[in-house]
């Protein structure tokens, strides 16, 4: 459908993150196989993995930067901010996860779910 012409889709089941924190750039180079080093406003697709070095997720992770009015689309923070978004039917085992990494490896970060603040919608398309 949409190779040949601009689809909406809504996405609003996907589970949708912040993780904060002084450790939250920290935390993300270890969770996140890309390189997530980039300047805040690009979002980057990449992979979770466990501690086996196994997959656990395919995800987004959006760069942040800090807002003069926070609000739930951009909630209040110190440091570095990523917004995580992941596909619906493993947010839940995600989110279990990365509170577990976050805790095992002392990460002075946490995870903030604001999947049932927020909806999303993805267009998609050709290029022209």
Not at 63 to 89: H, T
Not at 113 to 125: F, K, N, V
């Amino acid at each position: 459908m949409c190779r040949n012409a601009a689809a909406v889709f809504n996405m609003s089941y996907f589970g949708k993150f912040y993780l904060v924190g002084s450790d939250a750039k920290k935390a993300a180079n270890w969770l996140f196989t890309a390189n997530i080093d980039k300047k805040p406003g690009s979002t980057i697709y990449t992979c979770m993995l466990n501690k086996r070095g196994g997959t656990e997720s395919d995800l987004t992770v959006s760069v942040l930067a800090p807002e003069d009015s926070p609000s739930v689309l951009a909630p209040d923070f110190e440091g570095d901010v990523y917004y995580l978004a992941i596909g619906g039917a493993v947010a839940q085992h995600n989110w279990s996860h990365i509170n577990n990494v976050l805790q095992d490896k002392k990460f002075n970060s946490k995870l903030i779910d604001c999947s049932e603040d927020l909806g999303m919608i993805s267009i998609q398309g050709p290029a022209r």
